[in-house]
C-alpha cells in the first residue's frame, strides 16, 4: 500500500533496437546521495535506537553492530529478531498488522506508544544475512531516504515521522492514511472521468513539484503509490506514498546508476532505454499514471513479460488516448518521447489547475480541497463504506484482459504520431497512426451454396428461355 548491485553492470545501449534490458538489473530499491541534505536533518525527523532516543550518529555500526575482536576469522552473525503482531519496535511502535509491501520491505500498522497515534511503519531489506560493509550500507540508505523524505512539507505527500533501528535493522515510520489506492479504485471502476483525475493530477502534481524543488526524485510513479483517503475527517484527500526508492538528483554514486528502479509499465522511454532519471521522467511516469486512470490501462498496454514490456517502453510507442476529454492536450505533453520537450512538474500543476477551475478560479479550489465528482461528493469508489453499483464494476473475467484486471492494449502507435488536439481542444483530422500491433480482423468463411439456392438459379434460367421463345414466336 505504501508502496544495489554490488558490482556496477554495463550500460545499455540508447538505441532501443539494440538495447539488452537482460544487462541491467532491474530492482525497486533507490540510493540517495546525502551531500544533497542538511547537515542537521534531525529537526525534520528523528532518527532512533533501542538504547536511546538521541540521534545516532551516521556510522550505526558503532552503535548496533559492534564488530568482534579478538581472533575471531568471520564476524558474527546477528540473529533476526521475531518480527510480528505485538511486537515493539525499538521501544516505541507496537506492531499491528502487515498492510502492504513497498519496493524495499514489508509495511505494517503500528502504535505510537509515546504519541497514541497510528503509524505506517516499513521495514527495510533485512541486514541479518549481509555481510557487515552491505549491512552498513543498507542503513545508511535507510537514513538517507529518511532525511529526504522529511525535507518535504506537502499535504499532498505521505510525511515522514521518524527512523528507527531495531536489532540492528533500519526502519521507517510514516504517517499512516486509512486510503484506497488508485490501482485499487481500477479494479472497482473501470475508469474514472476525466474531472476527477484533473483534480488528483494536480494534486499530485503539487507534491511532486515540492519534491524536485527539494533536489528529491521519485522514481516509481503508479497507481498504486496514488491513495486517496476512504474514511474520516481526511475522506478524499489524495496524497503520493511510497518516496522508498526516492533518490536526489545530485546522487551520482556508480552503483546506484547501474539498476533500473520503478514499475516498467510507467518508466518513460529514455530510462527504460538506460539513461538516467531525471525530472522529466518523474513527469512522465505521472503522465502514464493519469492515463491509466482515464483508458483502463497503461499508455504501453501490460505484459507478464517485463523484458518484452521494457522493449516497448523503450520504443516509445503508446496507445493513442479517447477518453482523457479536455485534459489530452497536458497529457500528451506530459508523455512526449523527447524529455527537453515535456513541461516541467509545476506547469503540469497550474495547467491541471486551470483545467479544474479556470482561469480566474482559486487554486486552492482544487488544491486544497478533497476530491469531488460531478455531483460534488466525493466519489463513491473512494468511500471504504459505500456500495459500489454492480453496473460499474470491472468484470473479473473479461475476454482480450490480463490477469491484473486491465485490458491489454490492442494497438500502438509512435508518440510523435498521435494526433494532438488544437488550441479549442479538437483534435484535426489527419491520417491515422498506422498500428504496429493489432489481433488480424476477422473474415468470414465463404459460404457455400445450398439447394435453394441452386433451384433459384435454375428457374430464373428457365423463365429467361421461356420469355426467348414466346418472343420469337411474335415475331415469325
Not at 536533518?41 to 538504547?51: G, L, M, Q, V, Y
Request: aromatic share 4%; with cysteine; hydrophobic share 40%.
Amino acid at each position: 500500500m505504501w508502496s544495489g548491485s554490488s558490482t556496477p553492470s554495463p550500460r545499455p545501449a540508447a538505441n532501443p533496437a539494440s538495447w539488452n534490458p537482460c544487462a541491467r538489473r532491474s530492482r525497486s530499491r533507490a540510493r540517495a546521495a546525502s551531500d544533497s541534505v542538511p547537515e542537521n536533518p534531525w529537526s525534520d525527523a528523528s532518527i532512533r535506537t533501542e538504547s536511546h532516543g538521541e540521534p545516532p550518529s551516521d556510522n550505526l555500526d558503532a552503535v548496533t553492530d559492534p564488530q568482534p575482536s579478538g581472533d575471531a576469522a568471520t564476524p558474527a552473525r546477528r540473529t533476526r529478531p521475531a518480527v510480528g503482531p505485538d511486537y515493539l519496535l525499538a521501544g516505541r511502535y507496537r506492531l499491528d498488522s502487515k498492510i502492504g509491501g513497498g519496493g524495499m520491505g514489508a509495511v505494517w500498522l503500528a502504535s505510537d506508544t509515546l504519541l497514541r497515534r497510528k503509524v505506517a511503519v516499513k521495514q527495510a531489506t533485512s541486514t541479518v544475512d549481509l555481510e557487515p560493509e552491505a549491512a552498513r550500507e543498507v542503513r545508511d540508505r535507510a537514513l538517507r531516504e529518511g532525511r529526504m523524505a522529511a525535507q518535504l512539507n506537502n499535504p499532498h505527500a505521505i510525511a515522514m515521522h521518524d527512523v528507527a533501528i531495531d536489532g540492528g535493522e533500519p526502519w521507517l515510520i510514516m504517517e499512516y492514511l486509512p486510503a484506497r489506492s488508485l490501482a485499487m479504485a481500477l479494479n472497482i471502476t473501470e475508469t474514472l472521468p476525466p474531472t476527477e483525475v484533473i483534480q488528483i493530477g494536480a494534486q499530485i502534481a503539487d507534491a511532486l513539484t515540492a519534491a524536485h524543488a527539494a533536489g528529491i526524485l521519485h522514481r516509481d510513479i503508479k497507481p498504486g503509490n496514488i491513495l486517496v483517503a476512504d474514511r474520516g475527517s481526511a475522506l478524499g484527500m489524495v496524497k503520493i506514498s511510497d518516496f522508498g526508492i526516492s533518490r536526489a538528483k545530485t546522487d551520482t554514486h556508480e552503483e546506484n546508476s547501474a539498476v533500473i528502479t520503478g514499475t516498467p509499465a510507467y518508466f518513460a522511454p529514455e530510462v527504460a532505454r538506460g539513461a538516467d532519471p531525471t525530472e522529466a521522467s518523474d513527469v512522465f511516469s505521472l503522465g502514464a499514471t493519469l492515463y491509466t486512470a482515464t483508458e483502463g490501462q497503461p499508455p504501453f498496454g501490460i505484459d507478464a513479460d517485463s523484458i518484452a514490456l521494457l522493449h516497448r517502453v523503450a520504443g516509445g510507442r503508446i496507445t493513442p488516448p479517447r477518453r482523457s476529454g479536455p485534459m489530452t492536450a497536458t497529457l500528451l505533453h506530459m508523455l512526449e518521447p523527447d524529455p527537453s520537450r515535456r513541461p516541467s512538474m509545476a506547469e503540469v500543476r497550474d495547467r491541471f489547475v486551470r483545467l479544474a477551475v479556470g482561469k480566474n478560479g482559486s487554486p486552492s479550489a482544487v488544491l486544497n480541497t478533497p476530491l469531488r465528482a460531478q455531483d460534488g461528493q466525493v466519489p463513491f469508489w473512494a468511500s471504504r463504506g459505500a456500495r459500489v453499483p454492480t453496473s460499474t464494476r470491472r468484470a473479473e473475467r473479461i475476454h482480450g484482459r490480463t490477469m491484473t484486471g486491465l485490458p491489454a492494449a490492442p494497438t500502438a502507435v509512435p508518440l510523435d504520431r498521435v494526433p494532438r488536439p488544437s488550441a479549442d481542444g479538437t483534435t484535426p483530422d489527419r491520417e491515422a497512426p498506422r498500428p504496429t500491433y493489432a489481433p488480424p480482423p476477422f473474415e468470414p468463411p465463404t459460404r457455400r451454396s445450398g439447394p435453394s439456392e441452386n433451384l433459384v438459379l435454375w428457374l430464373g434460367v428457365g423463365a429467361g428461355v421461356l420469355v426467348l421463345i414466346l418472343v420469337l414466336v411474335l415475331v415469325l
